[in-house]
């Protein structure tokens, strides 16, 4: 499938549907959780109600071959707000790393243990981030070994959400250290495991409506079959490692690279939710004789971001088609679109508050929570710093991968190489018509010119 722009009814749908849900059911208690930095179950009750909580709508998002049904979702979401929207969507970042390892079986088991029902609301956490790894996934120190019929688990993990209160762990464990990211594997941790322990829920700069915790795990047992994918296919693929071509990267890599452009939307709506509000702020306050907007002080920064916005959203979406596709990023597109779309982010809800000066500054005002929730996203997920190296390490190991256009050629009518737009025919061609024109009668030059002639505009028609 073409990378195309135009949405489809069932994207306008999913849009008008999401964004009504965050404006009616969100936006009006953002301010109130964030405040308490309690978790909104309510929210994620009607969450599920509606169908946004359940593994069923995440794997339509997923399949969609577009690709844009996911992001679109994600950024009217977290335009309602970020840390609700974290609250409803965390299990579906678990479910993720789950689909990349788990067998068929596994998955039907486990994935409806992540949402649960609207009566019945359960979690799941992904355990990644560990205190002394950060983002370095390659580099993490938990470790998993076999014990007769039990795997056991030690290790230390920080930052992860629902973590401790989830009904499904899935946990990142070191099982053969010496293949580096290659010797993990993931395992299902179900909550109330002995062993398990939340040392504590992390006060939060932002996002303060999600649960944020750090976790242990001492001698803590699963049962074999908790060991997603199994034994035997775990086996090959450390030994697949060991041999010369070095096998395939982990299942939470695998997940990461899936999520970014994911990432990439949740920040995008933070974004647009703050220039948003710049600007009907901008265009109702007066200042030195008129509305400030009308001031180029004020009006060509928020030009430059609207400029950047755009540019954000349109690299979201390329990896997100991409992703569906299942086209490779060669070019680390995926986190071109992560590191974008954060850093602009950070840019807009920084210019909204300037913009709304001193009221900006305190909580009357919606732009200093949205300041706050748009930091995250130059840290998780892999910080900005983190998808500059995967960004810089492709300048040398793809630099003779083409870009995405040549990589992509598209089936054509046979003709077009000598007669299409753009062949040295076609230009000759139309160069002899235009000599004649004045020669030929209009009747006859007219047929003429409209096939050599551009495209005509689509006339505009009114929305419904």
């Avoid at 464990?173 to 993990?184: F, I």
């Avoid at 647009?272 to 600007?279: I, L, S, T």
């Avoid at 598209?410 to 753009?422: C, E, I, K, Y």
Wanted: glycine residues 8%.
């Amino acid at each position: 499938m073409s990378f195309d722009l135009r949405l489809t009814p069932a994207h306008h749908d999913l849009v008008e549907r999401t964004h009504r849900f965050a404006v009616e059911v969100m936006r009006p208690v953002a301010e109130d959780y964030d405040k308490r930095e309690e978790f909104p179950w309510p929210v994620l009750e009607e969450a599920a109600r509606q169908g946004f909580y359940n593994p069923l709508f995440y794997r339509d998002l997923i399949g969609d071959p577009t690709g844009l049904s996911l992001p679109l979702f994600m950024e009217e979401l977290f335009w309602g707000c970020a840390g609700i929207g974290l609250a409803i969507v965390m299990p579906a970042l678990a479910l993720s790393a789950m689909a990349q390892a788990a067998t068929p079986e596994q998955l039907l088991r486990w994935a409806p243990q992540c949402f649960g029902s609207p009566d019945k609301l359960k979690l799941a956490a992904l355990a990644v981030s560990e205190p002394e790894g950060g983002s370095d996934v390659r580099n993490l120190r938990t470790r998993a070994r076999k014990d007769g019929d039990e795997w056991v688990i030690e290790g230390h993990k920080i930052w992860i959400g629902n973590g401790g209160i989830a009904d499904v762990h899935v946990v990142n464990a070191t099982v053969d250290p010496d293949l580096g990211h290659k010797g993990q594997a993931l395992f299902v941790v179900p909550g109330g495991t002995p062993g398990l322990t939340m040392v504590r829920k992390l006060e939060k700069l932002g996002c303060r409506a999600s649960h944020t915790a750090e976790i242990t795990f001492e001698n803590c047992r699963v049962p074999a079959d908790h060991l997603l994918g199994g034994e035997k296919k775990l086996q090959r693929r450390f030994e697949a490692a060991r041999s010369a071509d070095g096998g395939s990267s982990s299942a939470t890599l695998g997940a990461f690279e899936q999520t970014r452009p994911m990432v990439a939307a949740q920040a995008l709506g933070i974004a647009r939710a703050a220039f948003e509000f710049a600007c009907d702020w901008a265009s109702e306050r007066e200042a030195f004789g008129g509305p400030i907007l009308d001031k180029q002080g004020i009006s060509f920064p928020l030009a430059e971001l609207a400029a950047e916005l755009d540019a954000a959203r349109l690299l979201t979406w390329r990896a997100a088609w991409m992703s569906a596709q299942k086209i490779p990023f060669h070019h680390a597109e995926g986190s071109m679109s992560k590191m974008k779309a954060s850093e602009v982010a950070v840019a807009m809800t920084e210019r909204a508050i300037q913009v709304c000066g001193g009221w900006g500054y305190v909580r009357d005002l919606p732009v200093e929570k949205w300041y706050r929730d748009a930091k995250l996203y130059t840290i998780f997920e892999g910080t900005s710093e983190i998808q500059r190296v995967v960004i810089g390490r492709t300048l040398g190991d793809a630099a003779d991968e083409p870009p995405l256009h040549h990589q992509l050629p598209a089936r054509r009518f046979a003709p077009s190489r000598s007669v299409g737009r753009g062949t040295p025919f076609r230009a000759r061609a139309g160069m002899a018509g235009l000599q004649l024109a004045r020669r030929v009668p209009r009747s006859i030059i007219r047929p003429t010119m409209t096939v050599l002639s551009p495209p005509s505009k689509p006339s505009k028609k009114k929305r419904s």
